[in-house]
């Protein structure tokens, strides 16, 4: 459920009208639903009730806007993140430092001292030779780093290959089969206490059965290496439950992912980590853009909106689907390309699509862009910054400021030599 709906024939977010934005902010712009944000978090925390010691970090890099990241504090969620930057988003939003965890498979040295010293919670370490570089830095320091080993399963994701993290040849985690070696190397050093382990297996899942596999190879390892003596207190389920981008798209559902969990999980007696990105965050933004032509083309005609790849990567990167809607459609559609402006044929949104029908000057949003939207905009063609704006009822705000070309080309320089 959202807070995305039609009122007096116009697209609202929550009580504000899309057109007001648009009109106020200009286009292309991210408007997400603080409402929407609140219930997908409570709805994910609910789905884990039956289960005894949950901790919640939302994986940042879905969305890291520090609005987003303040509902989401307040909410009770903590933070998944990949570098620095997102570690500082979420302490600048006010998350706890034990409430943060850093993933992530090219950790600097200067970023695993800058979360030692911030005392994050958890350390995922993606190889072995990390753990004792880690141990290193911490017992130098007179601290210890909560750690777990991320583990790859080997196990087939079914998602988009680009998303895909589970399989051996993918650069995640170590080998399942090495893991007990590397804990036995890796739990006695000074500087680390290896906790457990983590697993993560791919985005926009469809089907539990992939996670119920990995994580079944989990609690193998977890009973073996108790066997082997080692103490384990946590395990970090990752995240990866996908989302509706298509009107007829059926997903599991937070409760059924709960009752798998609580099902494969019922001995393992750990406390576990939960780190949903797309699930809190993908349908609660759209991008709403205006309609720039309707250029005539050899079957169907192109739309061409002024948002493009530079602020929605997804069509390009991944051949993603976003649906297309008019903000005051008008009950007839029509069969169009959709596509942006930036000067690459791979900047097309959909092909052959029916659509609302649209002219020059009308707005449209393409849904479900709250996640891996606007975190993942660039420049690109020159293009300004796409900015974000963020609703709570009736109240909206500008989240993120457009960036303007100006500003980036400041931050550019000719060298003397070059200069006449
Ligand atoms: C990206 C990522 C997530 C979040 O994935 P979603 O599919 O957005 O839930 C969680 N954990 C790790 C380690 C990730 O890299």
Redesign the pocket.
């Known amino acids: 459920m959202d807070h995305f709906h039609f009122s007096n024939g116009e697209l609202h977010v929550e009580d504000v009208p899309v057109s007001r934005i648009a009109a106020e902010v200009g286009t292309p712009v991210y408007i997400y639903s603080a409402s929407t944000f609140r219930r997908h978090a409570q709805v994910f925390r609910e789905g884990l009730s039956a289960l005894p010691r949950v901790h919640l970090a939302y ?1 940042i ?2 969305n890291p806007n520090i609005a987003v990241l303040r509902v989401l504090a307040d909410e009770g969620y903590g933070a ?1 993140v ?1 570098s620095v930057g997102e570690m500082r988003r979420a302490l600048a939003a006010g998350m706890k430092p034990e409430d943060i965890v850093f ?2 498979v090219g950790k600097t040295r200067a970023e695993l001292v800058a979360a030692l010293e911030a005392g994050i919670g958890q350390f ?1 370490l993606e190889l072995e030779e990390e753990g004792a570089v880690l141990a290193e830095l911490a017992h130098e320091r007179g601290l210890v780093a909560p750690a777990t080993l ?1 583990v790859n399963p080997d196990v087939d994701a079914g998602t988009h290959a680009k ?1 895909s ?1 589970g399989r051996k040849e993918n650069k ?1 985690g170590v080998p399942i089969d090495q893991a007990l070696g590397m804990f036995d190397r890796l739990a006695g050093l000074p500087g680390i206490d290896l906790k457990g382990v ?1 697993c ?1 297996i ?4 469809g089907d539990l059965a992939p996670l119920e596999a990995a994580y079944k190879r989990v609690g193998e390892l977890v009973a073996e290496l108790r066997g082997a003596g080692h103490r384990i207190t946590r395990v970090d389920l ?5 989302v509706p981008y298509k009107p007829g798209d059926v997903m599991p559902a937070p409760a059924a992912y709960g009752e798998m969990v609580a099902r494969v999980t019922k001995d393992w007696d750990v406390e576990l980590m939960f ?8 349908n609660a933004g759209v991008l709403a853009t205006e309609v720039v032509w309707v250029k005539p083309g050899v079957a169907n005609p192109y739309v061409i909106v002024d948002a493009a790849m530079n602020d929605l990567m997804r069509p390009a990167l991944y051949d993603a689907h976003h649906d297309f809607v008019a903000v005051r459609p008008t009950g007839e559609t029509m069969m169009a390309n959709i596509a942006g402006p930036v000067c690459e044929t791979g900047d097309t949104f959909a092909m052959n699509r029916e659509i609302d029908a649209v002219k020059s000057g009308d707005l449209a949003v393409f849904r479900t862009a709250g ?2 939207g606007a975190t993942m905009a660039s420049t690109y063609n020159s293009r300004p910054l796409v900015p974000e704006v963020m609703v709570e009822g009736d109240r909206f705000a500008v989240v993120a400021d457009r960036i303007a070309a100006e500003t980036i080309i400041a931050a550019e320089r000719v060298p003397e030599w070059l200069k006449k």
């Open positions: 994986a890099k879905a998944d990949v993933s992530g995922n991320r998303i993290t995640f983590a993560h791919g985005s926009q899942l990752g995240g990866g439950l996908g780190e949903p990105g797309r699930v809190i965050a993908g996640a891996y």
